[in-house]
């Protein structure tokens, strides 16, 4: 009688959870009618001679290893990352780091420092935290940074959850770690990786991604408590496939977007999917001419219309970096830079950003002792689309 009852009692909870998602789901807050990109209003042209300025954020440490960086501008001109480091992916002892850049290329980078760990995120939330992980740093206009970041209570990154911290004075304090309800059913397996999206009314579409009983990409949209729709965040599965993950989303126009994914199958392709309706569905996703060996990238607009995308291209290898420029929407690409080419070596997980005066500023993990932070001017761009390598 008593596994009777339990049995109706767990019943009951899962109905009730699903209709409670059906109504999450189906509210009309978020609708092909009310979202629009944002459409970036590009800097003055420049004529400035071809630059590119690199840098490391972090200094080595050994036994150390980092990975997963992000990057967001501050006002001012200012720059901050995030990223991991510990022992070793997945450690208990990784932290989540912040570090901020001074203004211009000469500024500098400021020596990083712990936000979260899984001690800090076990109190915060309230709930054993095994490991932290992949953080994605964004910010809104003035001083606000919101982070990210992955949180693990037990197994593996399959039985992740996604966690928000925010900054009110560009990362100097932190509020406590707050976990987001994504799914009703144990609330596992969301993982974020690429760098958000913003729309019109100030919401923001973050490409996110499933890994529990089957690997498939998300869209987490999440409306800042500042926006005129108040602090809420909804999720939406992106169409097919099992085998992709980790989405880089690029505006194309108000309501038009393609997405990249990591491939985890055996094709070792790029694989892209669009969307008319601001990134309420996708297409089904099909093969782009770049290899991937299981790997993340990231891809951005040029104010030109063409697609910038940084990534490994090997089928089985992360020992090179290179840069790509597409013209008809990712169909098609011609690669313009090598950015790292060593043999047995790792380079990896690219994040990029564009600032307020028209640069491209890349991060990736070096040999996975460093953050290296890579800046080039749109002159640098087209000096290197002019000739492209092989």
């Not at 085998?243 to 070792?268: C, H, K, T, W």
């Not at 690669?335 to 028209?358: H, L």
């Not at 040999?367 to 000096?383: C, G």
Request: glycine share 8%; aromatic share 10%.
């Amino acid at each position: 009688m008593k596994t009777r009852t339990a049995a109706l009692l767990m019943a009951a909870a899962c109905l009730l959870h699903a209709w409670a998602a059906l109504r999450w789901f189906a509210s009309p807050l978020y609708s092909s009618s009310t979202l629009r990109f944002a459409q970036a209003v590009p800097p003055p042209e420049s004529q400035d001679n071809p630059c590119l300025v690199e840098e490391f954020i972090n200094a080595p440490s050994e036994g150390h290893s980092v990975h997963a960086a992000s990057l967001c501008e501050l006002s001012g001109g200012r720059l901050a990352a995030a990223w991991y480091g510990g022992s070793r992916e997945g450690g208990r002892d990784v932290s989540v780091y912040f570090a901020e850049k001074s203004p211009g290329n000469d500024g500098r980078w400021a020596a990083p420092r712990p936000v979260v760990n899984a001690a800090s995120a076990s109190r915060e939330l309230d709930r054993y935290v095994k490991k932290v992980g992949n953080p994605v740093i964004f910010s809104e206009p003035g001083d606000q940074v919101w982070l990210l970041f992955v949180t693990v209570s037990v197994g593996g990154w399959s039985g992740s959850s996604l966690n928000l911290k925010t900054s009110k004075d560009s990362g100097k304090t932190w509020s406590e770690s707050r976990r987001l309800t994504l799914s009703p059913f144990f609330n596992v397996s969301e993982l974020v990786r690429n760098r958000p999206v913003p729309l019109e009314g100030g919401i923001l579409a973050v490409p996110v991604y499933h890994e529990f009983l089957g690997r498939f990409p998300e869209v987490l949209w999440l409306a800042p408590a500042s926006s005129a729709r108040g602090h809420t965040y909804r999720k939406s599965r992106m169409a097919g496939g099992r085998r992709y993950i980790q989405p880089s989303i690029v505006p194309l126009g108000p309501n038009r977007a393609v997405a990249f994914y990591r491939n985890m199958s055996e094709d070792r392709t790029v694989v892209m999917a669009t969307s008319n309706d601001s990134g309420l569905s996708w297409s089904p996703p099909r093969p782009t001419p770049l290899p991937n060996p299981n790997s993340g990238l990231q891809a951005i607009l040029l104010p030109s219309q063409r697609v910038l995308i940084a990534f490994n291209d090997s089928r089985r290898e992360r020992d090179n970096l290179t840069l790509a420029i597409s013209e008809d929407g990712g169909a098609s690409w011609k690669r313009i830079a090598v950015m790292e080419n060593t043999p047995g070596a790792e380079f990896s997980y690219p994040y990029m950003i564009r600032d307020g005066k028209g640069w491209t500023h890349l991060v990736y993990t070096w040999h996975r002792k460093r953050i290296k932070h890579v800046a080039f001017n749109d002159s640098w761009i087209e000096a290197h689309a002019g000739g492209a390598i092989p």
